[in-house]
């Protein structure tokens, strides 16, 4: 769930510390990402709410997802396990992987009306080239875009 709503990298998830949660601003801080740069995401209210659930029940210390060794945060084939294990479970047939769940957020928020700038930013990518490989995907409303021609008054004659 939190892969999904912050569109974070599964080597980012399983680093994350119990502090990197902001709460209050709901931001999630991801430090030493993918080309040693931090950043700042999303914390969505449900993701929010079902983190509190998990702090309850857990109560992590060094790590947010720690494994059994409380030293040690939980690895990526454990996050991927997981993942198989949900898509069994909800009968997904459809050939995903851990990381299609960063890919829909991206494309999801481009669906509806988020600035690739600021999606580019939220993913922490270094160059707007790598965030524009979302933009191929979503074409569910392009049949909803009006031509800029529809909006000027034409009068027969000019025809």
Request: net charge positive; aromatic share 8%.
């Amino acid at each position: 769930m939190l892969i999904y709503s912050a569109g974070l990298r599964v080597s980012e998830v399983i680093k994350l510390k119990p502090q990197d949660i902001d709460s209050q601003r709901k931001l999630v801080y991801i430090e030493s990402a993918k080309g040693r740069k931090d950043r700042y995401t999303l914390l969505s209210d449900t993701a929010l709410k079902t983190l509190r659930n998990y702090w309850g029940k857990y109560k992590p210390k060094k790590w947010l997802f720690q494994s059994q060794d409380k030293e040690r945060h939980i690895t990526t084939r454990t996050v991927q396990r997981i993942f198989e294990s949900a898509c069994e479970r909800s009968l997904i047939k459809k050939e995903v992987s851990v990381h299609s769940l960063r890919h829909s957020f991206a494309t999801h928020l481009l669906e509806q009306g988020t600035d690739l700038r600021y999606i580019q930013e939220l993913l922490g990518h270094k160059s707007s080239k790598t965030t524009e490989i979302y933009t191929h995907v979503s074409n569910r409303d392009l049949g909803k875009i009006k031509s800029p021609l529809d909006n000027i008054k034409v009068v027969k004659g000019d025809l």
